[in-house]
């Protein structure tokens, strides 16, 4: 199976930003008694910028595997001058 990894719905990632920048925004206005949301806020805004780290780092490193099977092929089809053909 080869991975895919589609980036054509933008909308999700605009989604999360504004549902962590809303999280980080709470953690600043929520009083220090509701300790249960305190420390809730805190790792799903890192939870989230963990998830977006991750999924960027293996797109990059897919393109980059990709580009080098590509270069590979491409060297390999045409023939160097200090081979000998036969």
Same mark, same amino acid.
């Given at each position: *199976?080869?991975?895919?990894?589609?980036? &054509?719905?933008?909308?999700?990632?605009?989604?999360?930003?504004? $549902?962590? /920048?809303?999280?980080?925004?709470? @953690?600043?206005?929520?009083?220090?008694?509701?300790?249960?949301?305190? @420390?809730?806020?805190? /790792?799903? $805004?890192? /939870? %989230? $910028?963990? &998830?977006?780290?991750?999924?960027?780092?293996?797109?990059?490193?897919? *393109?980059?595997?990709?580009?080098?099977?590509?270069?590979?092929?491409?060297? *390999?089809?045409?023939?160097?001058? %200090?081979?000998? /053909?036969?």
């Amino acid at each position: *199976m080869e991975r895919n990894f589609e980036i &054509k719905h933008r909308w999700v990632w605009i989604l999360n930003g504004l $549902v962590t /920048l809303g999280c980080f925004i709470a @953690f600043l206005c929520i009083n220090g008694k509701e300790t249960v949301f305190s @420390f809730y806020i805190p /790792l799903d $805004v890192a /939870l %989230n $910028v963990a &998830k977006t780290v991750f999924f960027w780092y293996n797109f990059y490193e897919d *393109m980059n595997i990709k580009a080098d099977k590509a270069r590979l092929a491409a060297r *390999m089809a045409k023939p160097s001058l %200090n081979e000998p /053909l036969l």
